[in-house]
């Protein structure tokens, strides 16, 4: 396991933080101004758009639980780890961030993956 980014744990606050006018704080602590979020179900540039998709997935999954569930990898500025959402204690959602952070250790891309990886087929 790799150290990284503090902005890495701010991230992860806001999409926790249950107050919404707090949710920003977490983001400009955590995030490239231009940021670039893309995951299966969006692709965002902006911390306004990013923030826009944490209160809209809040409002989607309200009381949700968002944790890395693995150590975090990283090389030449880019991170990897696995994450959860946990809704009452039920797992909703497993998925793998690849991350991208700049020179000042803030989050400037984000490619999310939904599920775990695929079997590999047999050939």
Not at 28 to 52: C, K, M, N, T
């Amino acid at each position: 396991m790799s150290d990284y980014p503090a902005s890495f744990d701010h991230m992860l606050a806001a999409w926790n933080e249950p107050d919404p006018s707090k949710v920003r704080a977490h983001l400009e602590r955590a995030l490239a101004h231009d940021v670039h979020f893309i995951d299966p179900s969006i692709d965002v540039q902006g911390i306004d758009g990013f923030e826009a998709n944490v209160h809209e997935v809040q409002r989607r999954i309200p009381g949700a639980a968002y944790s890395r569930t693995s150590g975090v990898d990283a090389h030449h500025g880019l991170y990897r780890y696995t994450w959860a959402i946990h809704q009452n204690g039920e797992l909703l959602l497993p998925g793998f961030d690849v991350v991208e952070a700049d020179a000042a250790g803030l989050v400037a891309r984000v490619l999310g993956f939904f599920g775990e990886l695929p079997a590999k087929e047999s050939s």
